[in-house]
């Protein structure tokens, strides 16, 4: 993996994390920046415009929860040993992501969820747009 490909990572892993606290709308470029130590013109070479940031975010967050919860999951016989282990593989993913910044679910509580009463932040149209193609 070269360099640009391990900062983009790292883009997205805190990304991912300020926007399961603060919503899609709350990750903005300059605080992202500041907070890796990136130029906002550095940061935003790796994306080209904030909508493509937050499809990113969703499509870098997706594949971990495939990676972390269904595809193990896979691995147990068909019917109720599935549906239970994706269960504990999801409640697994919940603890994990609470213990990391994220918040994996609107309804979380502490101090790491800033959205735990307005419910989840809606998707912008333009990034809502591509995620349902």
């Known amino acids: 993996m070269g360099k640009g490909e ?19 709308e709350g990750v903005s470029i300059g605080h992202l920046a500041e907070d890796l130590g990136l130029s906002k013109s550095g ?8 909508e493509t ?18 595809r193990p999951a896979l ?28 918040t994996a679910s609107p309804s979380a509580s502490g101090p790491e969820s800033a ?3 307005s419910g989840p932040t809606p998707i912008p149209s333009s990034s809502r747009t591509t995620c349902t193609r």
């Open 6 to 24: 391990v900062t983009r990572q790292a883009i997205l892993e805190r990304a991912t994390a300020l926007a399961s606290r603060c919503g899609l």
């Open 43 to 50: 940061l935003f070479a790796h994306f080209g415009a904030k």
């Open 53 to 70: 940031l937050q499809v990113e975010i969703l499509r870098f967050a997706a594949d971990r929860f495939v990676q972390a919860v269904v």
């Open 75 to 102: 691995a147990a016989p068909r019917g109720e040993p599935r549906v239970r282990a994706i269960f504990e593989r999801w409640l697994g993913w919940r603890c994990g992501c609470r213990r990391n910044g994220w």
């Open 115 to 117: 959205r735990a009463t």
